[in-house]
């Protein structure tokens, strides 16, 4: 995905959006570019790499202006390059455009165009965008982009400036996530609410159809026929603080640590006195006792928490839960009615896979929830209902805190369909709380560990292939840790049922080769342990995360990493705090962009 950002007022339009472009910059870093009107004409400066090669090439100091647009992106059509860079400018010169999402008809639209003597100079799909309201533009840009909406197909979150209109900024969602900021002097259009909060809090999360026509000292909102309409302006409790590091080298590490307070948080507002209490946006107890088939879905570190949630689910409800990764899910005939309930799990709201196989879900009559971290996604929009992770702003790529705190959400879903199928009791449902509650205090514990954790990354930061292996949930947390440590270290890693490596992928096994085993589950550890032998048989370097006084676990590893015990279901929460780690300090010591890896961007919006 790409982010987006303008400011109209009587400020200082260049200073304010380039600030407000490197909050987004975790959105995507491939190229970054800014226009604003200045002197009363259009200029517009374009950079590949991340935002700080833009500032580096150009004195923006002198260019001072009323209005502006910035993109940071994350490259679909065209490589990353300066000329692929947005924002895009008509053929005349006189429209500049910047856009996340993708137009799906670009090629003939821009054949066409082409034919009427438009000249396009970039690979990229976006730059059709600014000559399609060029084309429709009669002296009225909110009329052009009105008229140039009905022809563009995909998904537009885009902002619109003129030379030829100087105090107009004119912007339109449609799929793709947009908010209007409305502070002291002036308003702010951006992707996300990082980029405006030290601002305002005064937000309107637009609506898709939404194309909004700002002066310096007014707005007006418009639906896709041209019809002026209204919409809420929320005051969100977000701070600068939360969307900046305080001190820590790294977000990763900053929300890595900010894990206790955050499961904290999450476990405190969803019960009273150990009560579940209803103050959450879910099925009633009769709508989920009509439920006959659960799914869960979702995509990467969500799908890893949607399959702890099946677990959970499955153990406290007794009800089968089928997973698949949403990019699977909505092409799959999943045998889905009104009798199912689907819950899709994902931090930013805005993931494309999730959203497509979630409208699919929907199109076949299924109930649906969305588990999200983030205010006024696409996904709180387009779900029956919503809860949210309550995790703050995650701005590092690599998703933790947004996990953690996913769990907790599906262990409070497991226990309200298990109690509404009469499963479980209150005593139960206090036991489970009551374990939750120590979580934080036992994650602070493994946090302090950390120089066991860095040691672990010097020993296998120039590996060639890193494995992990668990065994039901432990293989889920296994799967979690290879994911964490390849999207941050760029090493090839890959996760394996326990019992699987000896039908095939033993054979990757050498002398030195870094294996991490995740072995929690009490009745299975010792299974786990006997295919530690079988590893450590053939020189495999045996790292396993266990329970404290598992000491049986020491004699089959070559290092060990002790966590406090909690219940089993419950475990996911604690291992995968060292696997955390793990990824971090071994990134560091690649020297690699902690927070911004290379190729990936925090939310994927395309499909
Ligand atoms: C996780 O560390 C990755 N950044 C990625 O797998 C991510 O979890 C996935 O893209 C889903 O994103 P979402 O939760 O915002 O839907």
């Known amino acids: 995905m790409c982010g987006i950002v303008g400011y109209i007022g009587n400020k200082n339009a260049t200073e304010i959006v380039l600030n407000g472009l490197k909050k987004l910059e975790y959105r995507g870093y491939d190229s970054a570019g800014i226009s604003m009107i ?16 833009l500032e580096n090439a150009y004195d923006f100091s002198s260019k001072i202006s009323n209005v502006a647009i910035a993109h940071t992106r994350w490259a679909t059509h065209g490589e990353p390059s300066e000329v692929n860079a947005h924002p895009h400018v008509s053929s005349d010169g006189k429209i500049s455009v910047v856009h996340n999402g993708i137009v799906e008809n ?70 793709s996530p947009l908010l209007l900021a409305i502070l002291e002097d002036g308003y702010m259009i951006a992707s996300d609410i990082t980029s405006v909060i030290e601002h305002t809090n005064k937000l309107i999360f637009l609506k898709d159809g939404d194309i909004v026509d700002i002066k310096k000292d007014s707005y007006k909102i418009y639906d896709s026929d041209g019809n002026e309409v209204d919409r809420e302006v929320t005051e969100v409790d977000y701070t600068d603080e939360s969307a900046s590091k305080e001190g820590y080298d790294h977000f990763l590490l900053k ?20 009560v579940l209490n209803d103050n959450e946006d879910i099925f009633t107890k009769e709508e989920l006792k009509d439920i006959e088939k659960i799914y869960i879905s979702a995509c990467g ?69 969305a588990i999200t971290n983030v205010l006024g996604s696409t996904i709180t929009r387009d779900a029956d209902k919503v809860i949210y992770c309550y995790a703050g702003p995650e701005i590092s790529v690599a998703s933790t805190k947004a996990y953690t705190t996913q769990l907790i959400a599906l262990y409070f879903v497991a226990m309200r369909i298990a109690k509404a199928k009469g499963q479980i009791d209150d005593a139960d449902i206090k036991n489970i709380i009551e374990a939750l509650e120590k979580i934080p205090a036992q994650i602070d514990e493994i946090l302090k560990d950390k120089e066991n954790f860095k040691e672990i990354a010097m020993e296998i930061k120039d590996s060639n292939s890193i494995f992990y292996t ?24 890959e996760a394996f049922p326990s019992g699987e490596l000896k039908h095939g992928s033993i054979a990757l096994i050498e002398p030195g080769t870094p294996v991490i085993t995740v072995a929690t589950q009490s009745k299975i550890t010792e299974k786990t342990i006997s295919n530690n032998q079988e590893l450590i048989a053939r020189g495999a370097k045996v790292i396993s995360i266990t329970n404290r006084g598992n000491d049986f676990v020491k004699d089959a590893s070559t290092n060990l990493v002790e966590i406090p015990k909690t219940l089993d279901i419950l475990t996911p929460l604690l291992a995968v705090i060292p696997e955390q780690l793990i990824a971090y300090y071994t990134s560091l010591s690649l020297g690699n962009d ?14």
């Open 255 to 274: 929300e890595i640590h900010e894990q206790p307070k955050a499961i904290e948080k999450a476990i405190s507002l969803r019960h009273n006195d150990y």
């Open 38 to 53: 200045t002197g009363g004409k259009l200029e517009t400066y374009k950079k590949k790499g991340k935002i700080v090669n």
């Open 301 to 369: 570190t969500a799908f890893h928490a949607g399959e702890v949630g099946k677990y959970a689910i499955e153990s406290l409800a007794k009800i089968p839960v089928i997973s698949e990764i949403a990019s699977e899910f909505r092409y799959k005939n999943m045998f889905l009615d009104e009798k199912s309930l689907v819950i899709f799990v994902s931090q930013s709201g805005e993931t494309a896979d999730t959203l497509a196989a979630l409208k699919e879900a929907k199109r076949l009559g299924a109930k649906t929830l």
């Open 470 to 493: 668990g065994r039901l949930l432990d293989f889920i947390t296994a799967k979690e840790g290879a994911l964490k440590l390849k999207e941050t270290s760029y090493i090839h890693t």
């Open 106 to 175: 670009y090629l003939e639209l821009r054949n066409k165009l082409q034919e009427k003597g438009f000249t396009f100079k970039s690979q990229t799909d976006t730059e059709i965008i600014p000559n399609v309201i060029s084309d429709n533009y009669d002296g009225d840009l909110l009329k052009a982009v009105i008229k140039a909406h009905k022809v563009l197909r995909g998904s537009f979150a885009l902002g619109i400036i003129s030379s030829d209109e100087k105090d107009r900024l004119v912007a339109l969602r449609d799929s």
């Open 594 to 607: 902690v927070d911004k890896p290379r190729n990936l961007a925090k939310s994927v919006t395309v499909e």
